[in-house]
């Protein structure tokens, strides 16, 4: 057994019915047939501007109006008084069931002119199955009707005629001469009704249209065959054999017959038409000929269809958005109506703050943004002037998201607004977050002595580090995306791009090389680069390395071999001097060392 509901669940469904009332009643408002909603007790609860120029009533008048009311006057079409349980209403309550095509006259109040509508009516039930209400359409067919009755006059006028003289094939061409006389008349009310009249003589099987009927079918007496058979070739195939059908029937029961079809015009237009035909028969029962009248009921049709097809959408979209707004993740998805106030509101975030997202219905932007509703009316209007917008609040403790869209009528105008109000707290924590390390890290970068860079397959910087300003006056911005050659000495290059394409071959390839660099003031520094291969890696794809600036060792070291070539130039000049004079001291030594030698001897 299902729980009864509680107060708040019935509120809930009370605003919710009142809010498809009103996106209803601006469709049903416009509708160029009649409608008019009827309670439980005939009671008349809705009413739309052509029912109140049909019924020659205004809103007021209507409004509360029953089916029993003596103001209200209906005749059947044989023009007798109709009583109150043959009323469309009342038919619809006594027997449940719809009512299609139901033909009254009706009798306004002011006059005594009778206006003509076709009657559609159809109950709605409650979960109970009980008739909670009666919505009945209707469409004004007074014109059609006069020229039904001008015709059923003639009918029986050129029945008479042909009851009298049928003996006769003179008499018989008398009450066609007759009928020849209004056929200027005719034409021109066949043309305001969109009707046509036709006859066929069966015995020569010859078929007569009048001018009406040829635009009916958009054909021009030239482009067809008058037969039957031609008549038959112009009806949509899938109908062409229920209205032959119904023709040879009538040929057998002696009976008149009507029929709704369809035609297939030769561009490929279709076509609503309603037939009425009856045909003469002599004494021994041998049809004669046939005549009827064509109606052009394509606009009915189509504007009925278009009813259903838009009460359908309305419905679909109504689900369709309930779920959406019902399942959005971390949002609010609201409907804004034209006066700015909420007409409907829905999404995961009511749950998640214990909201009752009923409760904002109605609400102005005042009542719900407080001092952030100029903001918010500001991209609003926008949006009701045809405009997408984006915009962001924190609001409530919280930062949230707005996307609006306009939402077109029939008529192409916004009437309506759809905003989406996501809860991106968490994302803008991430992102303060993530920004914070990103300046811790650049800090970091910034002051080690070293730039780090990233080379991509072609040797197109895909990352310098902050730091190459301070070091080489570069921006990162000046060299990202340009080639790492462009700053390489010309005498250096071949070297340095036979060791870059060395590295590129070997996934987690090293190296270490020293080149001269480029700085922004145009001079050439001495860098040592070390490098890895990390194309491979989904984070990096590109070579990393780290280069700094050598060019104090690289000085000194050239300082240094200077020195030590000089010094050994100075070894070898000393040791040529050495030996020189070591040469010109033993000369005239040799001459005392022999003298001594000399004296060393006895005698």
């Known amino acids: ?98 009512l299609n095509d139901y033909i009254i006259g009706i009798i306004k109040p002011d006059n005594d002119n009778v206006t003509w509508v076709n009657i559609k009516a159809m109950p709605i039930f409650n979960a109970k199955k009980d008739i909670e209400k009666i919505i009945v359409n209707f469409i004004d067919i007074t014109k059609r009707k006069i020229f039904e009755h001008e015709l059923q006059e003639q009918n029986e006028e050129y029945a008479t005629l042909n009851e009298e003289y049928k003996t006769t094939n003179e008499e018989l061409l008398i009450a066609k001469e007759k009928s020849e006389e209004n056929k200027e008349k005719l034409k021109e009310v066949q043309q305001i009704a969109l009707l046509g009249n036709w006859e066929l003589d069966l015995a020569n099987n010859k078929l007569s249209w009048s001018d009406e009927i040829y635009r009916i079918f958009d054909l021009k007496p030239q482009e067809f065959e008058a037969t039957y058979e031609s008549f038959l070739n112009n009806i949509h195939p899938d109908d062409k054999e229920r209205v032959n059908e119904a023709y ?145 609040l924190f609001i409530n403790n919280q930062y949230q998201l707005y996307k609006t869209v306009p939402l077109y009528d029939e008529k192409n105008e916004v009437t309506r607004i759809l905003s989406v109000v996501e809860n991106i707290t968490n994302r803008k924590k991430t992102e303060e977050a993530l920004r914070k390390s990103e300046a811790i890290k650049n800090t970091m970068v910034s002051n080690i002595g070293d730039v780090i860079v990233i080379i991509d397959q072609n040797g197109i910087n895909q990352y310098k580090s902050p730091n190459v300003k301070k070091l080489f006056g570069w921006t990162p911005e000046e060299l990202v995306g340009k080639s790492v050659w462009n700053n390489v000495y010309p005498d250096d290059l071949e070297a340095a791009q036979s060791f870059f394409s060395k590295i590129a071959t070997q996934p987690e390839a090293t190296g270490r090389t020293e080149l001269r660099y480029k700085r922004k003031d145009r001079k050439f520094v001495w860098i040592e680069i070390s490098v890895i291969n990390l194309l491979h890696d989904k984070d990096i794809q590109g070579i990393l390395g780290n280069y700094r600036d050598i060019s104090e060792r690289k000085n000194a070291a050239q300082e240094l071999i200077a020195a030590k070539e000089k010094a050994e130039e100075s070894d070898k000049l000393k040791s040529a001097f050495l030996a020189n004079m070591s040469h010109e001291i033993r000369t005239p030594m040799n001459g005392i060392l022999g003298f001594a030698g000399l004296l060393k001897e006895p005698n």
């Open 248 to 392: 040879t029937n009538s040929l057998k029961t002696k009976l008149p017959y009507e029929i709704e079809h369809r035609l297939l015009l030769k561009n490929g237009e279709l076509k609503y038409v309603k037939e009425k035909c009856k045909t003469e028969f002599d004494k021994s029962g041998k049809p004669l000929f046939s005549t009827g009248i064509v109606i052009d009921i394509t606009k009915e049709k189509n504007t009925l269809e278009k009813l259903k097809k838009t009460k359908e959408k309305v419905e679909e979209n109504e689900r369709l958005l309930l779920k959406i707004a019902e399942n959005y993740p971390n949002s609010f998805v609201s409907i804004v109506e034209k006066d700015l106030t909420i007409g409907f509101t829905s999404g995961q975030e009511f749950k998640k703050l214990n909201l009752n997202p009923d409760s904002f219905i109605g609400l102005t932007l005042e009542q719900i943004f407080a001092e952030h509703s100029s903001t918010v009316r500001e991209y609003y209007l926008k949006t009701f002037k045809g405009e997408e917008t984006e915009f962001e």
């Open 1 to 98: 057994m299902n729980p009864k509901p509680t107060y708040k669940e019935l509120q809930s469904e009370l605003i919710k019915l009142k809010q498809n009332k009103s996106e209803y009643k601006s469709t049903i408002e416009n509708l160029p047939v009649g409608v008019v909603v009827h309670a439980a007790d005939t009671s008349i609860i809705l009413s739309n501007q052509k029912a109140h120029e049909i019924l020659g009533l205004t809103k007021e008048q209507m409004e509360g109006k029953t089916a029993i009311d003596p103001t209200w006057k209906f005749i059947h079409e044989d023009k007798s008084v109709m009583k109150v349980e043959n009323y469309p209403v009342s038919k619809v309550i006594s027997t449940k069931k719809p």
